[in-house]
Structures are given as C-alpha cells and as structure tokens.
C-alpha cells in the first residue's frame, strides 16, 4: 500500500517547513527508517526519515518550497503499485503553445519631394544645410541659391569613437537559502516589529574570572567538561531575571505575558551562521549542570544534531561576541522574546578606583528591550543587578 508522506509537525509552534535537500530521488529505494529529506524550520534544520520501505515514486514539493505541516510532499509505494492522486498533489502544469502573430509592415510615408535649383542642393551639401529645413523664394517655392546662403552653417559633427563598455567586476551570486534564509526573515521581523531601545556598561571582570580559575578544576574533575565564562554567565543571567521578571516576558495581541518558566538561549556560531539552543530551568540548575548542558547543546549544533526541543521555548537570549573579538554589540531580539544581552571582550584597561589607576579587565554589556515591554526605568535595574553579580559573584549564594 502506498505512503504518503507529509510535512511533520515537529513542535507547537511550527507552521511550515522549507525542503532544503531531498536525500533520495525519484525512483531510488528507500528503507523505514533512512534519511529521506533535509527540512529547515524558523528554529532548526533537521533530516527527516522515512516512515516506510519502498521506492520514492513522486515528490510533490520541490526544493526551496515552503509547504505547510501535514501537507503531502512525497509518495512512496512499491514498484507494481500505481501512484494515486492524494489531496495536496500539486497539479501538472500544462504548458500551452505559443501562437505567433505575424508582424505588420510598417507603412513609410512617401518622401516629399524637394523643389531646389542644381546650385542650391550643391552648396547645401557643402554647407551640411537641410534643405527640408527651407522656405524657397523661387518660382512656385523653389529653393534657390539665395536661400541656401542665408540659412545658418551646420557644425560638422566628427565621428566620436564609442569606447567599448568595460565590463563589470565578476561577481559571485549566493542563494539566501536554508538557515541564512531563516535568520534573514526572522531579524527582519524582529526589527520591523520590535521597537528596540539600548542600554549599555562596562563590568569590571576580576572577581568572574578569579572565580572560573578557582571552580574549573573541580568541575572539570566532577564531569569532565571544561568550565567557560558563558557559563557562569548563564547563572548569573537567570538569577538576576529571578529579581526583574518583567524581562521575562512576551507581548500576545495587546497583552503581557509573564513567563514562569526562565529559559535561557545561548547563541553559538555554526558553519552557516547563529544558532540558538535553550537552557531551559536554568535558574533551578546547578553552575555544575549549566556547564554539561551547555556542551551538549554546542557539540549538537556544530553536528547539525539539534532537536527542535533544544532550540523551543527560550525566554531571554545571551550573544557572547567577545570570544570573537567584539568589544561592543547591540544585538537583535530573538522574538518573542522581549531582551537580549550582547557581551562583548575582556580587555585590560586603566580604570580610577579611590582615587589610584588601575589595570583591570573589563568588558561591555549590551542590552536590547522591547519598549512595548520595558522602559528605561525597569531595564536599569536589571542590567545593573547582573553587574553587580558578576563584580560580587558571592551574591549568588544569598
């Protein structure tokens, strides 16, 4: 018996899906359980197996189409069994024969005839004079010597040498497809929709980073993961959210929705740009299991092994620029999401502290709110609190 195949719906939120790749095509032999087509969501890219054995008969939905969840995209059948027509088949197109008209001739007018002497048509030749251009005062309107004097000399045009168009620079077209394509449409979004405002300070780093030094050997020790800045960012981040829940917050319609649940997404390079995993519960996870999470998370994105659970359900996004030389970055809302915090480099600099210089290490802190959301007045607090955090890193234990 025939399968159709559909779009799956992999989460609540998801609507469509993009086919990126199909991994077999018409024709091939395909197993239960074998990779069948490379589909992108607005959160992940993922390959989707088949859900039967047979040959891929018909694929109804063509690379680069976005298709709706449910919707039939493929047929597998075996070999003897015809391929029958399910709701959503898209039809043939039939391609009608172009009919050619024949041009018309166009009708010239006939050339009006041009009553001139001998000697009138020699000197307007000589003189680059259009004898159309004049009124003779001969016999009947003839065009005589006289006229042709009279008339205004013509500049000799010369023939200008057109240079040769110099061709344009080569250049090399790149498709905005897949999860470019994905994170084109959704920043656009985001900055179309979302007014963003900023708040921006430098943290002083000393105390964050002594604390890294004294906890990375035990962590290290315990789970066998190594303990990294954006880690204990992460808590810090969750804890101060505890403190200013407005930040963990949505806009639905005309309302605010504040959220129990404090899930922190942590944006990490991949090949073809920024994705987003969760941590999700992060205010209920121990510094320990922040750091396990974290490597998981990163391992699965650089392999292109993310579920759509791991990348679902943020409330607030972290963007740690630093690790790639970024002093300063005002980063665009990850909607629905109402902030994110850009964190730039660590950079040792004279800082006056009771009247002496200083060198310590410091590093910009970006905020971006939604001001449907948030004002001034409540974002402060909050990216202070985290400062403050960060330079008294014995808060947390409060």
């Keep these: 018996m025939a399968t159709t195949v559909v ?71 075996e070999e003897e069994e015809a391929v029958v027509e399910v709701e959503g088949m898209k039809p043939e197109v039939s391609v009608e024969k172009p009919i050619f008209v024949a041009a018309r001739k166009e009708s010239k007018e006939p050339t009006k ?67 470019r394509r994905i994170i084109a449409k959704r920043m656009t979004e985001s900055f179309q929709n979302i007014p963003h405002f900023y708040l921006s300070l430098e943290v002083d780093m000393t105390a964050c980073l ?14 066998q993961v190594r303990l990294t800045l ?27 929705h504040l959220l129990d649940e404090i899930n922190i997404g942590v944006a990490i390079a991949i090949e073809n740009g920024l994705i987003v995993p969760v941590v999700h519960h992060a205010d209920r996870k121990s510094l320990t299991e922040i750091a396990i999470t974290m490597r998981d998370l990163t391992q699965k994105a650089r392999e292109g092994k993310l579920s759509l659970e791991d990348v679902e359900g943020g409330t607030f996004t972290l963007s740690n620029m630093g690790m790639l030389g970024i002093d300063k970055l005002n980063p665009i809302i990850n909607p629905p999401e109402c902030s994110i915090l850009g964190v730039g480099r660590t950079i040792e600099k004279p800082i006056v502290m009771g009247g002496e210089i200083k060198i310590r290490p410091m590093a910009w802190f970006s905020l971006s709110s939604d001001h449907r959301i948030v004002d001034g007045a409540t974002a402060s607090p909050f990216l202070n609190r985290i400062k403050m955090l960060i330079e008294n890193p014995s808060l947390l234990l409060l």
């Design 230 to 256: 954006t880690d204990l960012l992460v808590r810090m981040v969750a804890s101060a959210i505890k403190d200013h829940p407005i930040i963990n917050s949505r806009v639905e319609g005309d309302r605010i």
């Design 7 to 77: 779009m799956p719906k992999l989460g609540l939120t998801m609507t469509e899906g993009t086919i990126e790749k199909w991994l077999k095509q018409e024709g091939d032999r395909i197993e239960k359980g074998e990779p069948l087509v490379e589909i992108i969501t607005e959160k992940i890219n993922f390959q989707y197996e088949s859900p039967a054995s047979g040959i891929l008969q018909k694929i109804l939905h063509h690379e680069g189409e976005v298709v709706p969840v449910t919707t039939p995209i493929a047929i597998i059948a």
């Design 113 to 179: 005839r041009i009553f001139a002497s001998p000697i009138a048509r020699k000197i307007a030749q000589e003189k680059g004079v259009d004898l159309s251009s004049l009124k003779g005062s001969g016999p009947g309107g003839r065009i005589i010597k006289i006229d042709v004097m009279k008339a205004p000399e013509k500049v000799a045009i010369k023939e200008m040498e057109i240079p040769q168009q110099v061709p344009k620079a080569a250049e090399k077209i790149i498709p905005l497809k897949g999860i």
């Design 210 to 223: 002594l604390l890294r030094e004294q906890l990375k050997e035990e962590v290290e020790k315990r789970t």
